[in-house]
């Protein structure tokens, strides 16, 4: 893809345990473009944050096996040294976790943190405080500047998370990875959030990559839907493709599972049966023991790749419209 800001290609991720290698994500591809929102979907235990941690090379250690390649602005951040993460974190790649509490440090004010990520970027003490003011004010922070001076168990969880989108926005990523944002925050909240994420996504063009469990966020925020299964990527689409016609049939009884009048705006259902916890190499369709169109070869080959429009594709070996 020609304007793309981020390229996964054919990552596979293990982790050691007790019993053998964990593949906790498998042969997985996608691509974002500059300037989109891009939403991956999944159960509980999927990989989502798996992808998230290896994009950024966060959790790489000797329990970790990597294939494949990650190339932001055509970088391979896979074999990329220390130090040049170093520089790719923060300026090049941002990111958000589910708990603030756990990314701000409880010792510090809100601004000071704000302010230390600016300095850190060559400013002086005075413009850096200015600077951190008027990022929480974009983020929507009522006053401001008082506001700098709390620390963060003095702020709720929504002002918290909005720190921590104002801190991520004082480096002016180009992506931002947003790993369920809102999931610890109330619906209102979660709403103002996400307005904000793309607002700034308007104004600065940069692409976002969001995690998330919650189908109403991937309706109202989305340009493409990536829906992943115990691992693997099963099918991806623009938002409209994957609502309009979901086609591999673990997406198909996800957003079924959906009340009809929840699709937009519910959170994922569990569907009958239990993921698999695939320990090293697996043969066939992780998803053959729940699927209700599952025939023989399904347990026995690598579901292929079908086109099923522009941008719009799905591992599985049913026939297209089949
Ligand atoms: N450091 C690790 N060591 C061993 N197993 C791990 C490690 N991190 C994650 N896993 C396992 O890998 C799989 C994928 O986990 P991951 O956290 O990527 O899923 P997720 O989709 O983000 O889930 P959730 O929605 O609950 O956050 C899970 O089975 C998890 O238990
Ligand atoms: S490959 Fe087979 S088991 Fe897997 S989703 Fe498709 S039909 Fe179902
Ligand atoms: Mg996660």
Known sequence: ?????????????????????????????FAIRKGEFFALVGESGCGKSTIASTIMRLSLDHNERLEGEVRFEGHDLIRATEPEMEAIRGSG??????????SLN???TVGWQIDEALRAGGMDARSARKRTVELMEAVQIPDAARRANAFPHELSGGMRQ??????????????????????????????????????????????????????????????????????????????????ARPSHPYSFALLNALPRRR???GRIQTIEGTVPRILGESRGCRFANRCPRAMDCCRTEAP??????????????????A
Request: net charge negative; aromatic share 6%.
């Open 263 to 265: 699709k937009r705006d």
């Open 304 to 321: 292929p790749r079908r086109e099923l429009g522009a941008d719009h594709w799905m591992r599985c070996h049913l026939e297209v419209n």
């Open 106 to 108: 409880p010792v510090y």
């Open 1 to 29: 893809m020609n304007d793309a800001l981020l390229e996964v290609n054919r990552l596979s991720v293990g982790y050691k345990v007790e019993d053998g290698w964990l593949s906790a994500v498998h042969d997985v591809s």
């Open 93 to 102: 790649i941002g990111m958000i976790f589910q708990n603030p509490l756990d």
């Open 162 to 243: 909005r720190v921590m989108i104002a801190m991520m926005l004082s480096r002016s990523p180009r992506l931002l990875i947003a790993d369920e944002p809102t999931t610890a925050l109330d619906v209102t909240v979660e709403a103002q959030i996400l307005e904000i994420m793309k607002d700034m996504r308007d104004r600065t063009g940069a692409s976002v990559l969001m995690i998330t469990h919650n189908f109403g966020i991937v309706a109202e925020t989305a340009d493409h839907v990536g829906i992943m299964y115990a691992g693997e990527l099963v099918e991806c689409g623009s938002v409209y493709e994957i609502f």
